[in-house]
C-alpha cells in the first residue's frame, strides 16, 4: 500500500473539507487503502505526483473520482421507505388540496445513482394517474459524483435492484434490456432533470422546492456544515415546504424547521 506523508494529507483533507464539506481528518488510512491502486493504474507510483495532478485537474472531474473513492454512493429503490409513505399519503395529497397553481418543485440532494429521484417520480406518477398531465412537475436530482451522475442518466438497473420495488412498478415503469438489465421509460426519465451541484455551494436555483429530500449525504459533514446547509435548504424551501433526512443523521439544535415526524421537517407556513 503507498504511504501519504503527512504535508500531502493535511493538505487533501483541508481542500475536501472547505470545497465538499467531507470530514476525512481520522481517515488517513482509508484515504491509503482506498487510493493506491487507483494511483497506479493512473500510471503514479506515490501520493504526492498524484495530488498534484489532481488539483491541477481546473475541470473538477480528477477530484470527484478520488471523493468517490473515500466516500460511498450506496443507495437503493424504496430505501428509508417511510419518506415514500410519507410522500404519497401526505406530502402529495396536501400539495393537491392546497395548491393553486399546479406547479410542484422537488430536490434530490445528493442523488447518487438516481434509485431516490426515480423512486419520488414513481410514486407521483402512481398517486396522480391520469391527473398527473394537469401538473407541472419536475424533480432536480444533484451530485458531485460525475460517475454517478452518468449512471443516474442512462437510469440503467440491475434486476436485482429492482426487487423492494412492487411488481406493478417494476413493470410500468421500466423495461427489460437484452443483456438483462433494466432501463427505466423515458416517461419517468423526463421527470427527472440531473445536475452537478455541490452542496457547499450556495443554492443558485431559480425556483424555491416544495420538498428537499437530502438523505444520507450528511454523515461525513460537521455539525457546523449540517447546520449551515440546512439553513441554505430552508431559504430554499417555500412556505410550509419539507425536508427529509436520512434517519441516521441528527439534524443539529437551532435549525428553523419544525420537527413533523423522524427524519421529516417543515418550514412553517
Ligand atoms: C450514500 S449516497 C446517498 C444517496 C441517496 N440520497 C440515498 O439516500 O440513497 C451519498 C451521496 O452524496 C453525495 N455527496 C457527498 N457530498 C456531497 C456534496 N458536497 N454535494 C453534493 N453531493 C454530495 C455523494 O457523491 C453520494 O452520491
Redesign the pocket.
Known amino acids: 500500500m503507498l504511504e501519504i506523508n503527512n504535508a500531502d494529507f493535511e493538505r487533501l483533507v483541508k481542500f475536501i473539507k472547505v470545497k465538499?464539506?467531507?470530514n476525512l481528518y481520522d481517515k488517513k488510512y482509508l484515504v491509503e487503502s482506498r487510493l493506491t491502486n487507483y494511483i497506479l493504474d493512473c500510471g503514479f507510483d506515490n501520493f504526492t505526483e498524484f495530488l498534484e495532478s489532481v488539483y491541477a485537474d481546473r475541470s473538477g472531474i480528477e477530484m470527484s473520482n478520488v471523493?468517490?473513492r473515500l466516500?460511498?454512493?450506496?443507495?437503493?429503490f424504496m430505501?428509508?421507505s417511510e419518506h415514500f409513505k410519507h410522500f404519497t399519503d401526505v406530502f402529495l395529497p396536501e400539495a393537491t388540496r392546497s395548491k393553486v397553481v399546479r406547479e410542484l418543485r422537488i430536490w434530490?440532494?445528493?442523488?447518487?445513482?438516481g434509485?431516490?429521484p426515480y423512486n419520488l417520480a414513481m410514486c407521483m406518477d402512481n398517486y396522480f394517474g391520469p391527473r398527473h398531465a394537469a401538473w407541472d412537475s419536475k424533480i432536480l436530482a444533484?451530485?458531485?459524483?460525475f460517475n454517478?451522475l452518468r449512471m443516474a442518466k442512462q437510469g440503467v438497473f440491475t434486476e436485482q435492484s429492482l426487487q423492494e420495488l412492487p411488481a406493478l412498478w417494476r413493470n410500468k415503469y421500466f423495461i427489460r434490456n437484452d443483456n438483462g438489465t433494466y432501463r427505466v421509460t423515458d416517461e419517468l426519465r423526463n421527470n427527472v432533470v440531473f445536475k452537478y451541484?455541490?452542496?457547499?455551494d450556495e443554492i443558485g436555483f431559480k425556483k424555491k422546492f416544495d420538498l428537499i429530500?437530502?438523505?444520507?449525504?450528511m454523515?461525513?459533514f460537521d455539525d457546523q456544515t449540517k447546520f449551515d446547509l440546512i439553513e441554505r435548504f430552508y431559504d430554499a424551501t417555500v412556505d410550509g415546504g419539507y425536508l427529509y433526512i436520512?434517519h441516521a443523521e441528527n439534524a443539529p439544535k437551532g435549525i428553523r424547521y419544525k420537527t413533523v415526524q423522524p427524519a421529516i421537517y417543515r418550514k412553517p407556513k
Not at 108 to 113: D, E, F, I, P
Open positions: 465538499y464539506g467531507l471523493i468517490s466516500t460511498t454512493n450506496y443507495t437503493y430505501r428509508e434530490s440532494a445528493g442523488c447518487s445513482y434509485n431516490e444533484t451530485d458531485i459524483s454517478a451541484h455541490n452542496l457547499m429530500v437530502c438523505r444520507n449525504v454523515i461525513y436520512g
